[in-house]
């Protein structure tokens, strides 16, 4: 059964280092998302992909933050420099193109610690 | 604005017995809601999905929830719990032209042998 794929599982880093997170889709997923999720909250959206364009980064503090999609399959998601308050899940989902039913296959995601 | 609410942070429950987990949900229109289990180190997963068909929706492992526009709830049941349903479980609610998914802050299910 095809899934996303994500690495690293955890890291562990120091505030003020550089962090990335790598996601593979679902193959032939056109649209691909991160999200992060804060201990005992729900996901939230950080930045959308259609293809290698981003739909919506209104979320992504845009600052530390930065997120590419270069050939349309993989993802990089980077933060620089890492903040206390970036401690969270960082998860990768997929959907395929032109199919708004909000069914995202979801990878199992990055757990990020900052000390 | 669209969002959801879970009524409960926690609910435990014994094997063979019923699960309810509550969810409300505020909308200006029809929403399309949907609930998605996280079972621990694990991605989460679809459960079932209401777009203004039916209003009572069958999902996977037994799962079901009804959608009541008069109260604005989407609670999720099951007639009998199994030792593998715990996990946390998420309410959601799709929102703009993307559909771009708001989670709730979840529901955590414990079941007792």
């Known amino acids: 059964e095809a899934e996303v794929a994500q690495s690293p599982r955890y890291k562990i880093t120091e505030k003020s280092q550089a962090v990335a997170f790598w996601c593979d889709p679902i193959?032939?997923?056109?649209?691909l998302y991160w999200y992060r999720q804060i201990l005992g909250q729900g996901p939230e959206l950080l930045v959308q992909?259609?293809?290698?364009?981003?739909?919506?980064d209104s979320q992504l503090p845009k600052d530390r933050f930065s997120a590419e999609r270069l050939k349309g399959v993989d993802s990089t998601l980077k933060i620089q420099p890492a903040e206390l308050g970036d401690s969270a899940m960082y998860l990768c989902?997929?959907?395929?193109?032109?199919?708004?039913?909000?069914?995202?296959?979801f990878g199992e995601g990055s757990r990020l610690t900052v000390l | 604005a669209q969002s959801v609410t879970q009524l409960d942070s926690h609910v435990s429950v014994s094997e063979g017995t019923p699960v309810l987990l509550r969810c409300n949900y505020s909308?200006?229109?029809?929403?399309?809601l949907f609930w998605y289990v996280q079972h621990p180190n694990k991605g989460l997963q679809l459960l079932l999905k209401?777009?203004?068909?039916?209003?009572l929706v069958k999902g996977i492992n037994g799962f079901e929830a009804e959608f009541k526009k008069s109260e604005t709830s989407f609670h999720l049941t099951k007639p009998s719990a199994h030792m593998s349903d715990a996990a946390e479980y998420f309410c959601?609610?799709?929102?703009?032209?993307?559909?771009?998914?708001?989670f709730g802050k979840g529901t955590k299910l414990s079941v007792k042998p």
């Open positions: 989902a997929s959907s395929p193109q032109g199919v708004n039913t909000g069914e995202l296959f």
């Open positions: 193959s032939g997923h056109a649209t």
């Open positions: 992909f259609q293809d290698e364009s981003v739909v919506d």
């Open positions: 909308s200006s229109y029809s929403p399309s």
């Open positions: 209401y777009t203004s068909a039916a209003t």
């Open positions: 959601v609610v799709s929102v703009g032209s993307q559909g771009n998914l708001i």
